[in-house]
């Protein structure tokens, strides 16, 4: 100290200069709508039929092209971003109901995901409150999607947050289940209504030893009256497995890749 200095390696310097052109590329892309929401349809397990959506962000960059949502989600929520992008997605996926609420006779409802910094916010529950109100959309048409990670990390905030929206008359799903560490009294102490299987575990259906543990989180979500959407279903065989299983709902390329 006070008699040596040390010089940034050159990797720090371009690794600091990308992630501050990212941030600010990602800022100027909120302020333009240039993120924008496509919407994955999910069908009954039995009949077929269109039960809801899951609206999926996309970002297409001047001078980049189309950026992956893992790249783009997580530099938002690195760099702080997180809370006005969720924002402006929720809002967009709100205002699309509230078009379709008024030039369709038969809808069904939209499901957004939820970054767990969001749920950090005590203040989320009223954010939404506030963006169903200004678009003139009911709660019953919104689904909130939160991740298993989130849930496990932050249980007694999400335990508050999750009961707020409840009695909001919002419904929640868990995301990705079966790909964390939670237990059957956080399922029973956050009162969702969905647990969405993460494609993972679908992906290897129809395998007996998959079946099995597919059939298993089915019987869970059952006790616990909970509903179960499969996610990743890429094939007749998946399909038809997952169905058997006891999932309720399926989505996947089979039915439909993501629409604008």
């Excluded at 992008?85 to 709100?94: E, P, V, W």
Aim: glycine share 8%.
């Amino acid at each position: 100290p006070g008699t040596s200095h040390v010089l940034a390696e050159k990797e720090f310097e371009r690794g600091s200069s990308n992630a501050l052109e990212q941030e600010q590329a990602m800022r100027a892309g909120i302020e333009g709508s240039e993120f924008q929401l496509m919407y994955q349809p999910k069908v009954d397990a039995r009949t077929g039929r269109l039960t809801s959506l899951e609206a999926l962000a996309r970002w297409s960059r001047p001078g980049v092209g189309q950026v992956s949502p893992i790249e783009f989600i997580a530099a938002a929520e690195r760099t702080g971003l997180i809370g006005a992008l969720g924002t402006a997605l929720l809002k967009q996926a709100c205002e699309q109901i509230a078009q379709w609420r008024t030039h369709y006779t038969h809808c069904v409802p939209v499901a957004v995901n939820v970054s767990p910094l969001q749920l950090l916010d005590p203040r989320f529950p009223q954010l939404v409150a506030h963006m169903l109100q200004s678009c003139g959309v009911a709660p019953q048409w919104l689904t909130l999607e939160i991740t298993e990670s989130s849930a496990v990390q932050n249980l007694e905030q999400t335990t508050v947050q999750v009961e707020q929206l409840r009695g909001m008359g919002v419904h929640v799903a868990m995301d990705d289940f079966g790909t964390g560490f939670s237990s059957l009294n956080m399922l029973r102490s956050l009162r969702l209504h969905t647990v969405k299987i993460d494609r993972g575990l679908i992906d290897p259906l129809p395998s007996p030893d998959a079946v099995a543990v597919v059939r298993a989180i089915c019987q869970l979500a059952e006790a616990l009256h909970l509903h179960v959407v499969a996610e990743g279903v890429e094939t007749q065989a998946q399909a038809v497995a997952a169905r058997d299983a006891g999932c309720g709902e399926l989505q996947g390329y089979l039915y439909s890749k993501p629409l604008l």
